[in-house]
């Protein structure tokens, strides 16, 4: 048999705090309910059985209410060890559980303790909501400070509530456009959709693509059909993470939030410490070495070198390719060789490359002289920089010079034997001669 109710409907929004409502509440039944308590909540269930009904007419939105377990004597529990029941129905007939309340499930009810039981999942169809007493084995519960809010009566559709994946490095953009489609029905007014601060959304895509603050989607006879909107990250924005959120609203509906995801990737640089072209000088047929120090940071992929040029086969490198690990390459050293086969001037271009930074751009200037007993070229020198000093290997005696980058001579002395340390306050590209000895380093 369904319950009869022969009060009315509640209308919404319905709040009610009272005891047994008796005949006094449109919409409001009890079933077998104890004696009321003095305060809220004051409902009491004190048998399997015991209910208390809501009737009301409208779409429901969200329901809280208070409840109470008082153990009865001796009871240790922790929790309600019973089973307590929210249930909703459409007809007063069938009745679906919203909400159990155990040892196991719902929320703990621990005795003597109030908690408020917020819900916002109710069936839209729902017009029947039942607290019911369904196992009693100890104590009884108390209900009250019944809320029940008035629920939206138009109703939004968006195929996605997250999109993800805007891109652009800085200095670009915008982003790719990405696309949601958006509609309604038994809507009391137009879908108005707003865009959040850092992104734009426009009706047409690529070269119709028109930015546009909010757009309004026109309903007709209550309803918007499915419509696609576009939208991406505004150009020009510095690098960094967007996260924000576009808005779907209209008039008696629930606001969408499309939460939106997307990053501006920093400018990828490449730097070159010794700024001057590298100038190389020997006599046919012997090497001359000269190390760069390059670094990178925000890279895509990773650092390529390559030299071109008609005399490109007479210069090389130690290495082609310089690793990037997270964007960054650390200062690395690259060695170029100049080996010369015939007498005379010679060039070539460095480049330094990676996609999405500006390229370093060196001309790499070669001499060769006639093989001479007095043009025979200085050995290479392997200098250090350690703390504020460089570090070299000599023999006792040696004739030590160092010089910067402008050839002004910075310190001259004779070198120990073994290894030599010389603090420089200088900073920068530094040429040390050893003897006949020359290495270049970087302090």
């Given at each position: 048999m369904p319950d009869v109710f022969v009060r009315g409907q509640a209308t919404l929004p319905f709040v009610y705090d009272g005891g047994a409502p008796g005949s006094a509440v449109p919409g409001l039944t009890s079933i077998g309910l104890g004696a009321d308590v003095t305060s809220s909540p004051k409902m009491k269930f004190s048998t399997t059985g015991n209910a208390v009904i809501l009737n009301f007419s409208g779409i429901p939105g969200t329901l809280s209410f208070n409840l109470k377990w008082i153990a009865g004597?001796?009871?240790?529990?922790?929790?309600?060890?019973?089973?307590?029941?929210?249930?909703?129905?459409?007809?007063?007939?069938?009745?679906?559980?919203?909400?159990?309340?155990?040892?196991?499930?719902?929320?703990?009810?621990?005795?003597?303790?109030?908690?408020?039981?917020?819900?916002?999942?109710?069936?839209?169809?729902?017009?029947?909501?039942?607290?019911?007493?369904?196992?009693?084995?100890?104590?009884?519960?108390?209900?009250?400070?019944?809320?029940?809010?008035?629920?939206?009566?138009?109703?939004?559709?968006?195929?996605?509530?997250?999109?993800?994946?805007?891109?652009?490095?800085a200095t670009n953009g915008p982003s790719v456009e990405k696309s949601v489609t958006i509609g309604g029905n038994s809507l009391a007014d137009n879908i108005v959709?707003?865009?959040?601060?850092?992104?734009?959304?426009?009706?047409?895509?690529?070269?119709?693509?028109?930015?546009?603050?909010?757009?309004?989607?026109?309903?007709?006879?209550?309803?918007?059909?499915?419509?696609?909107?576009?939208?991406?990250?505004k150009q020009g924005l510095a690098a960094g993470n967007y996260n924000e959120n576009i808005s779907v609203a209209s008039l008696n509906a629930n606001t969408s939030l499309i939460a939106c995801s997307g990053t501006v990737i920093p400018n990828p640089s490449i730097t070159l410490i010794d700024i001057t072209d590298p100038a190389l000088a020997t006599v046919k047929g012997t090497p001359v070495s000269q190390t760069l120090?390059?670094?990178?940071?925000?890279?895509?992929?990773?650092?390529?070198?390559?030299?071109?040029?008609?005399?490109?086969?007479?210069?090389?490198?130690?290495q082609y390719t310089v690793t990037q690990t997270g964007g960054n390459v650390p200062n690395t050293f690259v060695t170029i060789t100049y080996l010369p086969t015939s007498v005379g001037n010679n060039t070539a271009t460095l480049t330094m490359s990676s996609t999405g930074a500006m390229a370093v751009v060196r001309t790499l200037n070669g001499t060769a002289a006639v093989t001479t007993d007095v043009n025979v070229?200085?050995?290479?020198?392997?200098?250090?920089?350690?703390?504020?000093?460089?570090?070299?290997?000599?023999?006792?005696?040696?004739?030590?010079?160092?010089?910067?980058?402008?050839?002004?001579?910075?310190?001259?002395?004779?070198?120990?034997?073994?290894?030599?340390?010389?603090?420089?306050?200088?900073?920068?590209?530094?040429?040390?001669?050893?003897?006949?000895?020359?290495?270049?380093?970087?302090?």
């Amino acid at each position: 048999m369904p319950d009869v109710f022969v009060r009315g409907q509640a209308t919404l929004p319905f709040v009610y705090d009272g005891g047994a409502p008796g005949s006094a509440v449109p919409g409001l039944t009890s079933i077998g309910l104890g004696a009321d308590v003095t305060s809220s909540p004051k409902m009491k269930f004190s048998t399997t059985g015991n209910a208390v009904i809501l009737n009301f007419s409208g779409i429901p939105g969200t329901l809280s209410f208070n409840l109470k377990w008082i153990a009865g004597t001796g009871n240790t529990a922790s929790r309600f060890p019973g089973d307590f029941t929210l249930q909703q129905s459409a007809d007063g007939v069938t009745y679906t559980t919203v909400q159990l309340y155990n040892n196991t499930t719902g929320t703990a009810l621990a005795t003597g303790s109030i908690v408020t039981e917020p819900f916002t999942n109710l069936l839209t169809t729902s017009r029947f909501l039942k607290w019911v007493y369904t196992t009693r084995t100890n104590g009884n519960i108390y209900l009250g400070a019944i809320n029940l809010a008035q629920g939206y009566t138009s109703f939004l559709t968006v195929s996605s509530n997250t999109i993800s994946g805007f891109t652009y490095v800085a200095t670009n953009g915008p982003s790719v456009e990405k696309s949601v489609t958006i509609g309604g029905n038994s809507l009391a007014d137009n879908i108005v959709v707003t865009p959040p601060a850092d992104y734009e959304i426009s009706t047409g895509t690529g070269p119709a693509f028109v930015a546009t603050n909010p757009i309004t989607l026109t309903q007709s006879g209550g309803s918007v059909s499915a419509t696609s909107i576009y939208t991406r990250l505004k150009q020009g924005l510095a690098a960094g993470n967007y996260n924000e959120n576009i808005s779907v609203a209209s008039l008696n509906a629930n606001t969408s939030l499309i939460a939106c995801s997307g990053t501006v990737i920093p400018n990828p640089s490449i730097t070159l410490i010794d700024i001057t072209d590298p100038a190389l000088a020997t006599v046919k047929g012997t090497p001359v070495s000269q190390t760069l120090n390059v670094s990178g940071v925000n890279l895509n992929v990773d650092l390529g070198l390559a030299i071109t040029g008609v005399d490109a086969s007479l210069f090389s490198l130690s290495q082609y390719t310089v690793t990037q690990t997270g964007g960054n390459v650390p200062n690395t050293f690259v060695t170029i060789t100049y080996l010369p086969t015939s007498v005379g001037n010679n060039t070539a271009t460095l480049t330094m490359s990676s996609t999405g930074a500006m390229a370093v751009v060196r001309t790499l200037n070669g001499t060769a002289a006639v093989t001479t007993d007095v043009n025979v070229p200085a050995a290479s020198l392997i200098v250090t920089a350690v703390d504020g000093s460089v570090l070299f290997n000599a023999t006792a005696g040696e004739s030590v010079e160092i010089f910067n980058s402008i050839g002004q001579k910075l310190v001259k002395q004779l070198a120990v034997e073994g290894q030599n340390t010389i603090p420089l306050t200088a900073h920068g590209v530094l040429l040390v001669k050893v003897g006949s000895r020359i290495g270049k380093v970087i302090l």
